[in-house]
T-cell receptor, first 112, second 115 residues
Framework: GENVEQHPSTLSVQEGDSAVIKCTYSDSASNYFPWYKQELGKGPQLIID?????GEKKDQRIAVTLNKTAKHFSLHITETQPEDSAVYFCAASAQAGTALIFGKGTTLSVSS | EPEVTQTPSHQVTQMGQEVILRCVPI?????FYWYRQILGQKVEFLVS????????KSEIFDDQFSVERPDGSNFTLKIRSTKLEDSAMYFC?????????????FGSGTRLTVV
């Protein structure tokens, strides 16, 4: 089955800096790659996603890149703000209706 | 914005007791899911449900677990005889339907504590 590895497990940046979180996946059949932000005591909230027919997607300060050949995808947050502090999870899925397989999460701390 | 609603937010139960966790998925969604997150660990898939039957389940989802859609709006997870290691956050999620993953939405979770 699918296995998703995520690095780093913790990331501390200064406000205004960029943050990059990287994930790799094992199943070449996976074609949907969402990123979730989880704040304390809440459920995962989708922040951006990408499908396998796209190499890069951007939404304001957040961007995701996908390299299908290498089976890795990354989250980029620019101009970080203290409110970006949270746990971020990457995930992968083969098709609609099937399980999302999550990475272990990255705790991002943005200090002002 | 449409939400997935879970109740209760917290549940404390004695080991060996049965618990039922409840979820109201987004109304036009067709796929329903339960996930589990043990404190400090990653979110783990338990089960998916489509067209009134289980479509996929993980090895975690053993015989003590069951799911049901008792009416047109609720989706429940039953743990028949709880164990200490069942203590976790349980998240319900729903998604739109075949070919569309974009609407995959999680609820806020139920924190289950088994004592």
């Amino acid at each position: 089955g699918e296995n998703v590895e995520q690095h780093p497990s913790t990331l501390s940046v200064q406000e205004g800096d960029s943050a990059v979180i990287k994930c790799t996946y094992s199943d070449s059949a996976s074609n949907y790659f969402p990123w979730y932000k989880q704040e304390l005591g809440k459920g995962p909230q989708l922040i951006i996603d990408i499908r396998s027919n796209v190499g890069e997607k951007k939404d304001q300060r957040i961007a995701v890149t996908l390299n299908k050949t290498a089976k890795h995808f990354s989250l980029h947050i620019t101009e970080t703000q203290p409110e970006d502090s949270a746990v971020y999870f990457c995930a992968a899925s083969a098709q609609a209706g099937t399980a999302l397989i999550f990475g272990k999460g990255t705790t991002l701390s943005v200090s002002s | 914005e449409p939400e997935v609603t879970q109740t209760p937010s917290h549940q404390v139960t004695q080991m060996g007791q049965e618990v039922i966790l409840r979820c109201v998925p987004i109304s036009n969604h067709l796929y329903f899911y339960w996930y589990r997150q043990i404190l400090g660990q990653k979110v783990e898939f338990l089960v998916s449900f489509y067209n009134n039957e289980i479509s996929e389940k993980s090895e975690i989802f053993d015989d003590q677990f069951s799911v049901e859609r008792p009416d047109g709006s609720n989706f429940t997870l039953k743990i028949r005889s709880t164990k200490l290691e069942d203590s976790a956050m349980y998240f319900c999620a729903s998604s739109v339907g075949p070919g569309e993953m974009r609407g995959y939405t999680f609820g806020s979770g139920t924190r289950l504590t088994v004592v």
